[in-house]
């Protein structure tokens, strides 16, 4: 089965700064990858997501690129913010959503 | 705006004893799952719930889970003898189709005593 990996486990940047955040999958199959923000005691929320026909997709400050080859993905946050502090997941889909285990990024002062 | 709602928000139960976790999907939403999350872990996949049957399950759905969609609007997960280690917040999620973003519920922490 599918079996995402996701690194780091935390990070720490200054606000301002920028985050970047990897993932890697097993399954060449999965076709839609979508980043889920999760802040603390509350429900994971869909921030970005990104189907394998494309390459790149951008919304605001943050961004998300697709290496199919690779099968690396990643996330990237500008310009990050206090209120980016959270736990962070990327996924990978076939037929069902497997969940990276998390960056906790928090956002210096 | 829609949102998938579950219930209760927190249940504490005897090792043992049988749990059922509520969850009311989106309405227009066709697919269905369960997730759980141990506390400062990653989100696990249990199962996926389709045209009223299971799609597809994880090695943690053994025996002692089991899923139902009694009516239009509920989706429910049974845990038949809960163990110390079932002990997690269980999120219910559903998405309109495949591979379309998966909205979750507000989860119903469970503490298996």
């Given amino acids: 089965g599918e079996n995402v990996e996701q690194h780091p486990s935390t990070l720490s940047v200054q606000e301002g700064d920028s985050a970047v955040i990897k993932c890697t999958y097993s399954d060449s199959a999965s076709n839609y990858f979508p980043w889920y923000k999760q802040e603390l005691g509350k429900r994971p929320q869909l921030i970005i997501d990104i189907r394998s026909n494309v390459g790149e997709k951008k919304d605001q400050r943050i961004a998300v690129t697709l290496n199919k080859t690779a099968k690396h993905f990643s996330l990237h946050i500008t310009e990050t913010q206090p209120e980016d502090s959270a736990v962070y997941f990327c996924a990978a889909s076939t037929d069902k959503i497997i969940f990276g285990k998390g960056t906790r990024l928090h956002i210096l002062p | ?113």
């Fill in chain 2, 1 to 113: 705006e829609p949102e998938v709602t579950q219930t209760p928000s927190h249940q504490v139960t005897q090792m043992g004893q049988e749990v059922i976790l509520r969850c009311v999907p989106i309405s227009n939403h066709l697919y269905f799952y369960w997730y759980r999350q141990i506390l400062g872990q990653k989100v696990e996949f249990l199962v996926s719930f389709y045209n009223n049957e299971i799609s597809e399950k994880s090695e943690i759905f053994d025996d002692q889970f089991s899923v139902e969609r009694p009516d239009g609007s509920n989706f429910t997960l049974k845990i038949r003898s809960t163990k110390l280690e079932d002990s997690a917040m269980y999120f219910c999620a559903s998405s309109q189709s495949l591979n379309t973003e998966a909205f979750f519920g507000q989860g119903t922490r469970l503490t298996v005593v």
